[in-house]
T-cell receptor, first 114, second 118 residues
Framework: AQKVTQAQTEISVVEKEDVTLDCVYETRDTTYYLFWYKQPPSGELVFLIRRNSFDEQNEISGRYSWNFQKSTSSFNFTITASQVVDSAVYFCALSSYNTDKLIFGTGTRLQVFP | GAVVSQHPSRVICKSGTSVKIECRSLDFQATTMFWYRQFPKQSLMLMAT?????????EQGVEKDKFLINHASLTLSTLTVTSAHPEDSSFYIC??????????????FGPGTRLTVL
């Protein structure tokens, strides 16, 4: 069975702090995709990143970075120098190869205070 | 990027009535659309997958007679919540994609519809 676990329900930080959101997944597939989405208070999901299981290179995009480690089945997301606009719920998700179904984690609510 | 709209954005109805939610792909033809439900402070749960011109495939535990899905064209899918009850109050989100023989097809999400059943 596939499963995504986001153990952190809520995180609160002060602006400019770095914050890491954890994601651990379970799958028996050898080929799969991992995602991060942001859901601001408006509700609309914003796609942040997709990573396939063969690509373990870490990725950086501005203040965002992602650490994918197959050995620990983790795909963690770090926001550097957090800003109030980063306040949102962040979802990690998993999809198998050749299926478009997304399995979402329970989400982590991030609050960044000024 | 591809745009998906949903209508209405919010709806309040009385218990026992039926509510229709529309999901439209505005600038692409969506061969496949997905419907998700999100309860307050919870995750998105896939309800069903609909392919244009065929019956929707429902996830386990989702009542197909309760949640009617129609994907009659390549740009429109509708979700009808029949005889809605307060426990159906939720945030309903659709997503759309076009299948093109790739290993993975990006889903584009709509802005969601908040349903409140009194």
């Amino acid at each position: 069975a596939q499963k995504v676990t986001q153990a952190q329900t809520e995180i609160s930080v002060v602006e400019k702090e770095d914050v890491t959101l954890d994601c651990v997944y379970e799958t028996r597939d050898t080929t799969y995709y991992l995602f991060w989405y942001k859901q601001p208070p408006s509700g609309e999901l914003v796609f942040l990143i997709r990573r396939n299981s063969f690509d373990e290179q870490n990725e950086i995009s501005g203040r965002y970075s992602w650490n994918f480690q197959k050995s620990t089945s983790s795909f963690n997301f770090t926001i550097t120098a957090s800003q109030v606009v980063d306040s949102a719920v962040y979802f990690c998700a998993l999809s198998s190869y050749n299926t478009d179904k997304l399995i979402f984690g329970t989400g982590t609510r991030l609050q960044v205070f000024p | 990027g591809a745009v998906v709209s949903q209508h209405p954005s919010r709806v309040i109805c009385k218990s026992g009535t039926s509510v229709k939610i529309e999901c439209r792909s505005l600038d692409f033809q969506a061969t496949t659309m997905f419907w998700y439900r999100q309860f307050p402070k919870q995750s998105l749960m896939l309800m069903a997958t609909s392919n244009e011109g065929s019956k929707a495939t429902y996830e386990q535990g989702v009542e197909k007679d309760k949640f009617l899905i129609n994907h009659a064209s390549l740009t429109l899918s509708t979700l009808t919540v029949t005889s809605a009850h307060p426990e159906d109050s939720s945030f309903y989100i659709c997503s759309a994609t076009w299948v093109a023989g790739r290993a993975w097809n990006e889903q584009f999400f709509g802005p969601g519809t908040r349903l409140t059943v009194l």
